[in-house]
């Protein structure tokens, strides 16, 4: 079982810039995906950035690339999100998800899951 904890959400400007990070209770030996996914009011909850074990892959979707970088260490046990130039569409619940190899981009098949951090862009 995995415990993952959130944190670094606020309220940030249009143009500004969050880093989100997710402690993790363990980062194992090789064998868990890590990913960024954000659920909006009304909206169904997407994918945002996901990075491989190794972290030889990443994933990121469209409304990502370019701005937003998924990083982790697996020394301080700790995953993070940075984004630059958010948006008002960035608003949202951010949450941070492992799961057992392979990857996947569908929230619907991730199985541990933090509590959220909010952010708010204006």
């Known amino acids: 079982h995995v415990q993952l904890v959130e944190s670094g959400g606020g309220s940030v400007q249009a143009e500004g810039s969050l880093r989100l990070s997710c402690a993790v209770s363990?980062?194992?030996?090789?064998?868990?995906?890590m990913g960024w996914f954000r659920q909006a009011p009304g909206k169904e909850r997407e994918g945002v950035a996901i990075?491989?074990?190794?972290?030889?892959?990443?994933y990121y979707a469209d409304s990502a690339k370019g701005r937003f970088t998924i990083s982790q260490d697996s020394a301080k046990n700790t995953l993070y999100l940075q984004m630059s130039s958010l948006k008002a569409e960035g608003t949202a619940m951010y949450y941070c998800?492992?799961?057992?190899?392979?990857?996947?981009?569908?929230?619907?098949?991730?199985?541990?899951w933090g509590q959220g951090t909010q952010v708010t862009v204006s």
């Open positions: 990075i491989s074990p190794d972290g030889g892959s990443t």
């Open positions: 998800a492992s799961r057992r190899l392979p990857c996947s981009s569908r929230p619907s098949e991730w199985y541990w």
């Open positions: 363990v980062y194992t030996d090789g064998r868990y995906c």
